[in-house]
């Protein structure tokens, strides 16, 4: 599956974004698919998951509440719904998938694109 990242930009503190991440291949419903994001000098931090099985969700605390992640399988989309935006939140997203569940261990990844958060 080949996946592509999109929707990122420049927003003030407290502001929302939304980002998609678009599949390619008529099997998209079968891959669980994640959201990671890299800071300059940080290490690449997993951001939520999606489930294909049931579309169980997942986020990390640092997301959680501010972050919604979900799927339209008729458009092979996911989707990163962020709110309260802030600026450590600023950082490249990429989208990645892996075979039915979420257990972190990605098969594909798509490149990124940069959410950058500040006034």
């Known amino acids: 599956v080949q996946l592509q990242a999109s929707g990122g930009g420049l927003v003030e503190p407290g502001g929302s974004l939304r980002l998609s991440c678009a599949a390619s291949?008529?099997?998209?419903?079968?891959?669980?698919i994640a959201w990671f994001r890299q800071a300059p000098g940080n290490e690449r931090e997993w951001v939520s998951c999606?489930?294909?099985?049931?579309?169980?969700?997942y986020y990390a605390d640092s997301v959680k509440g501010r972050f919604t992640i979900s799927r339209d399988n008729a458009k092979n989309t996911v989707y990163l719904q962020m709110n309260t935006l802030r600026p450590e939140d600023t950082a490249v997203y990429y989208c990645?998938?892996?075979?039915?569940?979420?257990?972190?261990?990605?098969?594909?990844w798509g490149k990124g694109t940069q959410v950058t958060v500040s006034s």
């Open positions: 291949g008529s099997t998209f419903d079968s891959y669980a």
């Open positions: 999606i489930s294909s099985v049931d579309g169980r969700t």
């Open positions: 990645a998938a892996e075979d039915y569940y979420c257990s972190g261990v990605m098969d594909y």
